[in-house]
């Protein structure tokens, strides 16, 4: 079945430190991803997406998604995280071409410590 | 600009009562879509409209219905509420329909508990 899955429930990393959140798809060919991210009590907000081309994609607030074909994964990065970025992560992905209904991970939730 | 409103913003439900979910964009975005999100499944797809006039199934369809009379509203209805349907409910929207590329932008959600 076409799916993302998002192995890490929860995540605690200190502010300042880097911040790694993976995510793993499964598509019988390239889909397009997405992350999202949705802070406490609001609704998901994207942060960056992949269709094609350069495999290292820049989204909003400091973050970066790589792309990687021969791991089958998408994994969302920042190099220093701060105490805003504490909220919940969401993977996303979509078969690519034509009308397709976009599959969410379960999300990752991340905690920040001072 | 709202973007997308829902309301209410939370509601108890007794079991076996009706229930309207409404959600308005005025984005003028061709495609609405209404999602649960429950602890440890994520985001999961109720139902879905690509253009006015028009729906379509998700993955959980099964008690609730949709309408989509007009661009910018898309209300969600449980006929006859039970407890299993107690939730965060998202309401999103797109601009050309599902197409793969598109941006989904959400409301803030209704979370409902139905008892």
């Known amino acids: 079945a076409q799916s993302v899955t998002q192995p890490d429930i929860h995540i605690t990393v200190s502010e300042g430190a880097s911040l790694e959140l993976r995510c793993n798809y499964s598509y019988g060919a390239t889909p397009y991803l997405f992350w999202y991210v949705q802070s406490p009590g609001q609704g998901l907000q994207l942060l960056l997406k992949y269709f094609s081309g350069d495999t290292l994609v820049q989204g909003i607030k400091g973050f970066e998604a790589e792309f990687k074909r021969s791991q089958s994964s998408f994994n969302l990065r920042k190099p220093s995280v701060h105490w805003s970025d504490a909220a919940e992560y969401f993977c996303?992905?979509?078969?690519?071409?034509?009308?397709?209904?976009?599959?969410f991970g379960t999300g990752t939730k991340l905690q920040v410590i001072p | 600009i709202a973007g997308i409103t829902q309301a209410p913003t939370s509601q108890i439900l007794a079991a076996g009562r009706r229930m309207t979910l409404r959600c308005t964009q005025d984005m003028r975005h061709n495609a609405m879509y209404w999602y649960r999100q429950d602890l440890g499944l994520g985001l999961r797809l109720i139902h879905y409209?690509?253009?006015?006039?028009?729906?379509g199934k998700g993955e959980v369809p099964d008690g609730y219905s949709v309408s989509r009379a007009n661009t910018d509203d898309f209300p969600l209805t449980l006929a006859s509420a039970v407890p299993s349907q107690t939730s965060v409910y998202f309401c999103?929207?797109?601009?050309?329909?599902?197409?793969?590329?598109?941006?989904?932008?959400f409301g803030p959600g209704t979370r409902l508990t139905v008892l």
């Open positions: 999103a929207s797109s601009d050309n329909g599902l197409a793969s590329t598109d941006t989904q932008y």
């Open positions: 996303a992905g979509v078969n690519s071409g034509g009308y397709q209904k976009v599959t």
């Open positions: 409209s690509n253009t006015a006039g028009t729906t």
